[in-house]
């Protein structure tokens, strides 16, 4: 149409890609933080407040359940082993800085030795690399993401095995 791209990131346009890639690795990060509470399902909802959900299962007819980590238990005891496993697997992701072959823990630190050489920092999660500190900064948003919610689901999925192989 000619007109310019505009990025939307929960609701609210942005300045431009560079701006979308921040809101959009600090709502990742919002949403970590979430998948990482407690929360109650009472059929197709989610709620973080346990009296809440047990008002509208009555309602809806349905069976309040323990959601940890985007992953209904049926025990709250399940849905802490799923935090403590999702906890455990986010911080096990790690984003490293590189400037040449030397690895940084601290981006602020490689961003100054980068200045000092006149070399570039590379980011890294995973196999994902960029040069870009914003994409390197999404991509351990994502990253933590996936390892939270790949954690609750092997336990659910380990869990729903023993229960077949029990009956």
Known sequence: SGKPIQYVVAGEVCAG?????????SAVE?????????QFSAGSE???CPVTAEEA????????KYRA????????EKAMQALEAAKKAAGEVKL?????DKEFSCCVEAGQVAKETGKEVTYVVGDQKTCCEITGK?????AK???????????????????????
């Open 138 to 142: 999404l991509n351990f948003a994502q």
């Open 145 to 167: 993401a996936k390892a939270i919610v790949s954690a609750a689901a092997e336990l659910a999925l380990a869990t729903s095995a023993q229960a077949t192989k029990g009956a």
């Open 57 to 64: 299962a009555k309602k809806a007819g349905a069976v309040v």
């Open 17 to 25: 890609e560079g701006d979308a890639k921040v809101k959009l690795a």
């Open 30 to 38: 919002t949403f970590n933080t979430d998948l990482l509470t407690m």
């Open 96 to 100: 490293a800085a590189f400037v040449g």
């Open 69 to 76: 980590a985007g992953v209904d238990f049926d025990s709250k």
């Open 46 to 48: 989610c709620f973080k």
